[in-house]
Structure formats: C-alpha cells, structure tokens
C-alpha cells in the first residue's frame, strides 16, 4: 500500500527544513572554523596559468658536456629524482637563488649527480636553462617559447 495523508505530505516538508538549516550552517561553520574537513576546496593551479586555450609553464632543462665529448639532455626530474615530491620546487630552491646556486656544496652535488645520470662520464661543463613553454589543451607536446633564465657551471678537472 503506499503512504497516503500526512506522513506523505511531512515526508518533502522534513527534507526541506533540513536543507534549509544545513546550507547556511554549513556556510557558517566554514567561516568561523575555516575549512571543517580536507578537500572541501580545490587547489587554484595558479603555477600554471591558463590563457584562453593555452596553458604556459616553465620548467628546467639541462644540458652537461662531458670529458669524452658526449652531450647530455636532463630535466629537473632526472636531476632531482631523490628528491621525491616537489621536485620543481626543490630544483628551483637550489638553483634559482645566486647565493645558493654558487655555493660549493651544490656545484659539488650538481657535478657529482650528472656524473651519476651520465653513467660515470665526467661532467666538464653544464648549463640549466629555464624554458617558457605553451601548450594547447589539444597539443599532444608543449611548445618551447622563450628562455626565461640561464645559469651554467664549469666543472674543472
């Protein structure tokens, strides 16, 4: 049999009162508690800025001479792969800065990494080019554009 006279009728009008007191306490709660569970909000990818159709990133490059003549092509994974996470970030922390760029201890890690991906080849010279790329949401690759930075090291024997 189905339900007829007022547990029928009570049934919506229950369902709306309830709707009609969640959403603003639910809005309430997100103001005053801030964000009451994870992945109530979606990330912005604001790193990757979308103009029209077309997505433009830049992203590392690096180019190692080595003693027996060899040219090596690197991105920043290769080069960071022990990193783990946040490998742009990482390569760009220890690359980007002037001060940190220079510092022995990252030449001596960056020669000692490339020797390393060059399978024991000895590196003598490298360059690390930060390449401004557009890709269209139907490209099947990104575009390289423009270089927006250059820094290159000289390895010595």
Do not use: C, K, N
């Not at 009451?36 to 909000?41: D, G, K, M, S």
């Not at 390569?91 to 020797?115: K, M, P």
């Amino acid at each position: 049999m189905r339900a007829t006279g007022p547990a029928r009728v009570g049934t919506p009008r229950l369902l709306f009162a309830v709707l009609l007191i969640a959403a603003p306490t639910q809005m309430l709660i997100t103001r005053v508690l801030a964000e009451p569970y994870p992945a109530l909000y979606q990330p912005s990818f604001a790193s990757a800025p979308a103009d029209g159709d077309v997505v433009v990133t830049t992203t590392p490059r690096v180019t190692v001479d080595y003693a027996d003549g060899s040219v090596g092509h690197y991105d920043h994974v290769e080069v960071m792969a022990a990193a783990g996470v946040a490998r742009i970030a990482v390569f760009d922390h220890a690359f980007r800065d002037d001060e940190r760029a220079e510092a022995a201890q990252t030449r001596a890690w960056l020669r000692d990494r490339l020797a390393e991906l060059g399978g024991g080849r000895t590196p003598t010279h490298a360059e690390i080019a930060w390449v401004r790329s557009e890709q269209g949401f139907g490209d099947p690759e990104p575009r390289p554009v423009a270089i927006d930075a250059r820094r290159t090291y000289d390895f010595p024997s």
